[in-house]
């Protein structure tokens, strides 16, 4: 999830997904205001943290800052010099996870379409948009923040794409080179806020409305096919804090345009490859994720007896 969150375009959701930890991350968050106030407020300590699934969530949050800390250079390399390789292979996890999802789904109905379609063309627009410009302030920090980490917990939707879209990238970016506490504080802020609230109201939203739900998530991991797409073409540019020129809009295009505007061979052999590698393993985590909860499963029957 972490390496995930570091490309503005693909979703730590959608990592959480593939490996069968979503509902579970959802349901941990959820939990956290209730035990809160019921448990950690009477100092039941070991009760809040059994509640809020805390081995959990702090072995997940270890393993993102981790990701982070370590992989932020190397992908960063990555999308500069190879980045056919590297979206393909993208583009690859994201195809099959959403054939995943759909496997999710308790019954097929043809009323699905609509929210299919729906989620498909609004993400679709959304990472269409050019890259916004907005003046920072506490209140922006804030609800960026919050808006950001619901963002991210989506699948199909990035968090750190959001950030790019509505113009406060580089002021994140800026605030933590800096070491700036205070809008820290107020992004971090926004954050907690955000994936508390919506964690819950997605949390609701699954156990009532679960096919439906599933279906909209699925349309938005295919909307974001159009942002990982492996061969873009750049029509619009911005200067980095240190003067050079960073890609700010892209542009889907098919090969042979891509090889014209850049000058830069296909790659396809290799994109093919690449693509199929993401899709594979894809594959071998959700049987990977079956295995351990039918594991899980039968050790809990066998406890029960």
């Known amino acids: 999830m972490g390496a995930a969150d570091i490309v503005p375009g693909v979703s730590g959701g959608t990592i959480a997904f593939i490996?069968?930890?979503?509902?579970?991350?959802?349901?941990?968050?959820s939990a956290v205001p209730s035990a809160c106030w019921?448990?950690?407020r009477t100092g039941h300590w070991r009760r809040f943290w059994n509640?809020?699934?805390?081995?959990?969530?702090?072995t997940l949050l270890s393993g993102i800052l981790t990701a982070i800390v370590a992989l932020a250079s190397l992908i960063s390399s990555g999308l500069e010099h190879y980045p056919v390789p590297l979206?393909?292979?993208?583009?690859?996890?994201?195809?099959a996870s959403v054939w995943h999802i759909l496997q999710q789904l308790q019954r097929w109905r043809a009323w699905q379409l609509l929210p299919l379609v729906t989620g498909a063309v609004f993400v679709w627009w959304l990472t269409s948009l050019s890259a916004g410009q907005i003046d920072p302030s506490a209140f922006t920090f804030f609800w960026s923040g919050a808006l950001a980490i619901c963002a991210m917990i989506l699948p199909g939707i990035s968090g750190s794409f959001i950030l790019l879209v509505i113009g406060m990238y580089a002021h994140i970016l800026s605030a933590v080179t800096g070491f700036q506490v205070s809008f820290l504080l107020l992004f971090f802020g926004g954050c907690v806020s955000g994936i508390l609230l919506f964690a819950r109201v997605l949390g609701v939203a699954l156990r009532r409305w679960h096919d439906a739900v599933m279906v909209l998530l699925t349309g938005f991991m295919i909307g974001a096919l159009n942002r990982i797409w492996?061969?873009?073409?750049?029509?619009?540019?911005?200067?980095?804090?240190?003067?050079?020129?960073?890609?700010?809009?892209?542009?889907?295009?098919?090969?042979?345009?891509?090889?014209?505007?850049?000058?830069?061979?296909?790659?396809?052999?290799?994109?093919?490859?690449?693509?199929?590698?993401g899709v594979a393993l894809v594959v071998c985590a959700e049987r990977w994720a079956s295995r351990q909860d039918r594991k899980a499963k039968l050790a809990a029957s066998a406890h029960s007896l």
Request: charged share 15%; aromatic share 14%; no cysteine.
């Open 19 to 29: 490996t069968g930890i979503y509902f579970r991350l959802l349901g941990a968050i």
């Open 38 to 40: 019921h448990s950690l």
């Open 51 to 58: 509640e809020i699934d805390g081995t959990f969530l702090i």
């Open 87 to 95: 979206w393909s292979f993208f583009f690859g996890l994201i195809l």
């Open 230 to 277: 492996p061969w873009q073409e750049v029509t619009a540019w911005r200067t980095s804090r240190s003067g050079e020129a960073v890609p700010m809009d892209l542009l889907p295009v098919l090969p042979a345009r891509y090889t014209e505007v850049t000058g830069e061979p296909a790659q396809i052999g290799i994109a093919v490859f690449a693509t199929l590698t």
